[in-house]
């Protein structure tokens, strides 16, 4: 399956920008995006429809990792997808230096399969995810269950120029790809 993730330039320009601000305490930010999806055959398209990041007091202090959040932060995204017909994709940036793949690290990849599940108790019907961002692109994954995990294929930003970033076969995606 093919799956198209779609947001505005500017949408994501906000994102970078609130990604991109000094915490206290942690080493990085982290948000996160709703989306609607569109279904066809062979398509999932994802439409990015809000952003909420996360609260300042909703960090917890491990220097294990960039950022480590408390679980108000993910009741708070819970609640979202509880109140709206939204997929939540858990949302935070690399600073991927030059000509480096742009993917998540064990870290982000081992904890998205903790808290993954936990957005299918109560929206079932949309799927969720997880992405990372770089400078200018992004690479992701979306579960269309609780046990199906997908690499989203190519991200889309639409505005005075029209950007389109194809994933590699192991979803990362170059830099300036």
Known sequence: MTVLF?????????????LARKHPFAH????????????GLEHLVLLADGYHP?????????????????????????????????????????????????WFSPVDLR??????P???KVRRDMPHGA??????GAAGRAWLAPDEVVNITEFNETGAR????????????DFYA
């Open 118 to 120: 936990d957005f299918f």
């Open 54 to 102: 996360v609260a300042d007091e909703d960090y917890l202090r491990d220097p294990s990792v960039g950022a480590m959040i408390g679980q108000e932060a993910l009741r708070k995204a819970l609640e979202v997808a509880l109140l709206n017909p939204v997929g939540v994709f858990h949302v935070h940036m690399h600073d991927v230096p030059l000509r480096r793949r742009l």
């Open 6 to 18: 779609r947001a505005t330039a500017d949408f994501m320009a906000r994102v970078r920008s609130d």
């Open 162 to 173: 029209l950007k389109i970033k194809r994933s590699s076969g192991d979803g990362s995606t």
């Open 28 to 39: 990085e930010r982290v948000g996160f995006i709703t989306v609607r999806a569109a279904q």
């Open 131 to 136: 992405i990372v961002l770089g400078p200018y």
């Open 111 to 116: 904890e998205q399969l903790k808290f993954m």
